[in-house]
């Protein structure tokens, strides 16, 4: 039997949010796995060392200033990735605002913010790149949710709705586009340790049967599988990286 192919070798892969954190590593791996990669965010300066680290491994790297929210500007991206590198094979929706604190206290700019951010967002951009994977027959959309999006969780309930719209955004995309042999999942980690210093409260440690947060590393496993032919029969998928998480903490993050 022949191995799963992980590799990215040429591919093209677009990543949104990538200025730190999860977006940060899924664009290193991306090239780490031989995929040229564009990255984009509200200010690109902050990209430009996603883009060295990129570059570092041998792969062009594209930095474009973009609003998620903003068709014009999401049209722009998908065109100048066109432009610079002649195809677009993976699309990775991250770009998101984290507002914490009840939904009853919220106030509406706030909510108008996240969802826009988290939601909208990941629909316009889903929308434009899904159009140019129509047309070549091919392509893998990932939606980078959160177990947040399936369990409600105390305090994070606007971060909750939109996780929770990801997901369904992603099972409804997969039924659209699964003709045009176009692949739409979701990732969906619960606390990731993105820096080596992050801990949680001993209360949701106690939460996970392995007994630790996601190392980076893990999650972007997950990431590297969903968007390489290694997955090419899965689809409408919600894959959950969270250690066997068995409960909610209703509590959590309240000060």
């Given at each position: 039997?022949?191995?799963?192919?992980?590799?990215?070798?040429?591919?093209?892969?677009?990543v949104t949010g990538a200025k730190k954190g999860?977006?940060?590593?899924?664009a290193v791996t991306f090239a780490e796995a031989?995929?040229?990669?564009?990255?984009?965010?509200?200010?690109?300066?902050?990209?430009?060392?996603?883009?060295?680290?990129?570059?570092?491994?041998?792969?062009?790297?594209?930095?474009?200033?973009?609003?998620?929210?903003?068709?014009?500007?999401?049209?722009?991206?998908?065109?100048?990735?066109?432009?610079?590198?002649?195809?677009?094979?993976?699309?990775?929706?991250?770009?998101?605002?984290?507002?914490?604190?009840?939904?009853?206290?919220?106030?509406?700019?706030?909510?108008?913010?996240?969802?826009?951010?988290?939601?909208?967002?990941?629909?316009?951009?889903?929308?434009?790149?899904?159009?140019?994977?129509?047309?070549?027959?091919?392509?893998?959309?990932?939606?980078?949710?959160?177990?947040?999006?399936?369990?409600?969780?105390?305090?994070?309930?606007?971060?909750?709705?939109?996780?929770?719209?990801?997901?369904?955004?992603?099972?409804?995309?997969?039924?659209?586009?699964?003709?045009?042999?176009?692949?739409?999942?979701?990732?969906?980690?619960?606390?990731?340790?993105?820096?080596?210093?992050?801990?949680?409260?001993?209360?949701?440690?106690?939460?996970?049967?392995?007994?630790?947060?996601?190392?980076?590393?893990?999650?972007?496993?997950?990431?590297?599988?969903?968007?390489?032919?290694?997955?090419?029969?899965?689809?409408?998928?919600v894959l959950v990286v969270d250690g066997g998480?068995?409960?909610?903490?209703?509590?959590?993050?309240?000060?």
């Amino acid at each position: 039997m022949t191995l799963p192919d992980f590799s990215l070798k040429d591919k093209v892969a677009i990543v949104t949010g990538a200025k730190k954190g999860i977006g940060k590593a899924i664009a290193v791996t991306f090239a780490e796995a031989g995929a040229d990669v564009a990255v984009c965010g509200r200010n690109p300066a902050e990209l430009e060392q996603v883009a060295g680290e990129v570059r570092a491994l041998g792969r062009r790297c594209l930095v474009l200033k973009t609003d998620v929210t903003v068709k014009s500007e999401v049209d722009s991206l998908v065109e100048r990735t066109l432009k610079d590198f002649g195809t677009i094979d993976i699309l990775v929706n991250n770009a998101v605002v984290y507002t914490g604190g009840s939904l009853v206290d919220m106030n509406e700019g706030d909510w108008d913010n996240t969802l826009d951010i988290g939601l909208k967002g990941f629909y316009l951009c889903s929308q434009a790149v899904g159009r140019v994977m129509m047309e070549k027959k091919k392509g893998s959309i990932i939606n980078m949710t959160s177990t947040a999006g399936i369990r409600p969780t105390g305090w994070q309930g606007a971060y909750s709705i939109i996780k929770a719209g990801g997901i369904m955004l992603t099972k409804v995309l997969a039924v659209e586009l699964g003709e045009f042999n176009i692949r739409v999942n979701a990732l969906a980690p619960t606390f990731v340790k993105v820096h080596p210093e992050v801990d949680a409260a001993p209360g949701f440690i106690a939460q996970l049967p392995l007994g630790r947060l996601t190392e980076m590393k893990e999650l972007m496993a997950g990431a590297l599988f969903l968007a390489s032919d290694a997955s090419s029969y899965i689809s409408g998928h919600v894959l959950v990286v969270d250690g066997g998480r068995i409960n909610t903490f209703p509590r959590f993050g309240k000060k």
